[in-house]
């Protein structure tokens, strides 16, 4: 290859080489709504993280009452995870 074009060759993505880059304020989803996939112990659970956190700690309370501690506790540590996911995220939110 020639010199002149090896600084033209790029390989992968997201190479800006010095050309036109409109993408510098480009933000990611959301956290609030984005929509999570999770593996729970014994469930998949997919909503966002709202829904997820909402959905163990109901999965953790009906543990309780049927007397598995060890389970509860699970569930609720799964909707700790997820509280923490939607705290993080609102407290990026941009002040009103």
């Known amino acids: 290859m020639r010199p002149q074009q090896q600084n033209r060759r790029m390989r992968g993505r997201n190479n800006n080489g010095g050309g036109n880059n409109n993408n510098n304020n480009r ?3 959301n956290p609030l709504t984005r929509n999570y996939e999770s593996n729970g112990p014994d469930v998949k659970i997919r909503g966002s993280a709202q ?40 407290a990026q ?3 009103q």
């Open 51 to 90: 829904q997820i956190a909402e959905k163990y700690a109901t999965l953790a309370r009906d543990a309780q009452s049927s007397g598995d501690r060890v389970m509860a506790e699970n569930y609720l540590q799964h909707a700790e995870h997820y509280n923490r996911i939607i705290a993080a995220a609102q």
């Open 27 to 29: 933000k990611g989803p």
């Open 93 to 95: 939110l941009p002040i």
